[in-house]
């Protein structure tokens, strides 16, 4: 995908003000350890390759990233409906 295609669909998504809320708080946080990000977000899920699960207004989506902890990096892997979720493998995508 062309990178500004994926930016005008990141932005389109991010219209929406769950995830615009959830992007300003990632991007300000300086996550050393998934403890970090438990202690902001209690229901998110620590998988396995570094992924982290969020659920999105009230559970209506799913968010995965990729933490790079060492280098404070956050890669957004997957946003979609729970129904779309369970057709991933979330620690591989």
Known sequence: MPVSLLITALFLILKKQSLKAWFYEASRAQWQS????????????????????????????????????????????????HKEYDKIDAATI
């Open 34 to 81: 998934p403890s970090d990000i438990k202690s902001l977000y209690r229901n998110a899920s620590i998988i396995a390759n570094n992924r982290v699960v969020f659920n999105i207004k009230g559970n209506d989506y799913r968010l995965i990233v990729h933490v790079r902890y060492d280098v404070s990096i956050i890669f957004i892997r997957f946003i979609g409906t």
